[in-house]
């Protein structure tokens, strides 16, 4: 199956910092990608996706960026608050629609 | 706003017992998914719905059946349990507009097989 991985495991900020989280991606197919937010004891929820024909997207203090070029994708976070705190995820998908592959997390830690 | 709801919360089995894990969903989504997550690793597809009877098998369907009777529902079956699917497990529904598969999770089963 196709890889995604994260470059960091764990990442440390300060509060009102910026955050780069960092994903890597095998598949050249890949066309559509997700970030989720996962704390602790719930299930992931949903932060922003983009598409293969995109290369930035921008939500509420989020932002994606795909390099399709070395199959990368980071998930920057604007002013991190302590409720930023969790594990995030990246997951890719390359066509049908249910088969997403996930990455294995970075915890974010948010000091205040 | 119930969402996706898994039950139960925690289950504690014995190896070679089985047992159901319950999904529901109220917001009529065609698309279903179960994923398991392990310590350390991003969630892994088991099964998923594209609508009432039609299913099939993700990454690592061994050792789970799924049906889909209606478009709420979705359980998942475990036959024979076994120590190696300890996991959380997460139930996920979405209904792809635009081909965007925004993915709904239910808050987990938490499966310890002893």
């Known amino acids: 199956g196709e890889s995604v991985g994260l470059h960091l495991p764990t990442l440390s900020v300060q509060e009102g910092d910026n955050s780069i989280i960092n994903c890597a991606y095998s598949?050249?197919?890949?066309?559509?990608f997700i970030w989720y937010k996962q704390e602790s004891g719930k299930g992931p929820q949903f932060i922003i996706d983009?598409?293969?024909?995109?290369d930035k997207r921008q939500g509420q203090r989020v932002t994606v960026l795909l390099n399709k070029t070395v199959k990368h994708l980071s998930l920057q976070i604007a002013a991190t608050q302590p409720g930023d705190s969790a594990v995030y995820f990246c997951a890719e998908n390359s066509g049908n629609f249910n088969k997403f592959y996930f990455g294995s997390g970075t915890k974010l830690n948010v000091k205040p | 706003n119930a969402g996706v709801t898994q039950t139960p919360k925690f289950q504690v089995l014995k190896t070679g017992q089985s047992m159901t894990l319950q999904c529901a969903q109220d917001m009529n989504h065609e698309y279903m998914s179960w994923y398991r997550q392990d310590p350390g690793m991003g969630l892994r597809l088991i099964h998923y719905?594209?609508?009432?009877?039609?299913?099939d098998q993700g990454e690592v369907p061994n050792g789970y059946n799924v049906s889909r009777s209606t478009t709420e529902d979705f359980p998942l079956r475990l036959l024979s349990a076994a120590p190696s699917q300890t996991s959380v497990y997460f139930c996920?529904?979405?209904?792809?507009?635009?081909?965007?598969?925004?993915?709904?999770f239910g808050a987990g089963t938490r499966l310890s097989v002893l």
């Open positions: 996920a529904s979405s209904s792809s507009p635009g081909g965007r598969n925004i993915q709904y």
């Open positions: 719905s594209v609508g009432a009877g039609i299913t």
């Open positions: 983009i598409r293969s024909n995109m």
């Open positions: 598949n050249s197919a890949s066309d559509y």
